[in-house]
């Protein structure tokens, strides 16, 4: 598939689990974004890597732990999570060049549901 | 603060009819602002943006500065044109853009 994918596209979890989401962009970008799409918010940026490092985390509790082995992964680790963090997580890609504000291309989501 | 404000959740018109989805920012130095759709069961996507001032689908939307606003016009709906539309504000910083979204607007264009 091309463009940016996600897995898994649905989950359900306790709150003492431990579960991971998982980006993948094809598009030879260089940076990715964690979202937090919830009912009652709007969109809400979590994190964002900048060629591979973390240049931005938006005040999110530590029970989110973003990872980012390479410039077309990122990965979104969750433990202990709270019923509210239930919501549709985006992960996003842009070509991350300098001077510009480039498109960003959206994955279709991961569902979480924490029980 | 930077801030994008879409005061109506639903628009809700009949097919041929025109379409206005508002949008509001507030920000600092100088904006740069898109227009993203959402259509069911689809992912979230770049509709428009304010700099490359094309007509997208029909959809064109103006920056106002003098009015912060940017919203996004159709002078004949479409049933397919039927979606949640999310008007973003981009900052770039750091090698990257932050959007700021607003909370949506969901479009629904009737027969």
């Known amino acids: 598939e091309t463009g940016v994918t996600q897995t898994p596209r649905h989950l359900v979890m306790g709150m003492t689990n431990k579960k991971s989401l998982k980006c993948e962009q094809h598009?030879?970008?260089?940076?990715m974004y964690w979202y937090k799409q919830s009912a009652k918010k709007p969109l809400e940026l979590m994190f964002v890597?900048?060629?591979?490092?973390?240049?931005e985390n938006n005040s999110v509790p530590s029970r989110f732990s973003p990872e980012c082995p390479n410039s077309s992964h990122l990965f979104l680790h969750l433990h202990t999570l709270q019923p509210e963090d239930s919501a549709l997580y985006l992960c996003?890609?842009?070509?991350?060049?300098?001077?510009?504000?480039?498109?960003?291309?959206f994955g279709p989501g991961t569902r979480l549901t924490v029980l | 603060a930077q801030r994008v404000t879409q005061p109506e959740k639903l628009l809700s018109v009949f097919k041929g009819a025109p379409v206005e989805l508002k949008c509001n920012y507030s920000?600092?130095?100088?904006?740069?602002l898109f227009w993203y759709v959402q259509y069911s069961r689809q992912r979230l996507q770049l509709l428009l943006r304010?700099?490359s001032r094309e007509s997208i689908k029909g959809f064109t939307a103006d920056l106002n500065k003098g009015e912060t606003s940017f919203h996004l016009k159709k002078p004949f709906a479409q049933e397919e044109d039927s979606a949640m539309y999310y008007c973003?504000?981009?900052?770039?910083?750091?090698?990257?853009?932050?959007?700021?979204f607003g909370a949506g607007t969901r479009l629904a264009v009737h027969p």
């Open positions: 890597y900048s060629l591979e490092e973390r240049v």
């Open positions: 920000y600092s130095g100088s904006p740069e």
């Open positions: 304010h700099i």
């Open positions: 598009l030879g970008h260089n940076a």
């Open positions: 996003a890609s842009s070509q991350g060049a300098s001077g510009y504000t480039d498109t960003q291309y």
């Open positions: 973003a504000l981009s900052s770039f910083s750091g090698g990257y853009n932050k959007l700021i």
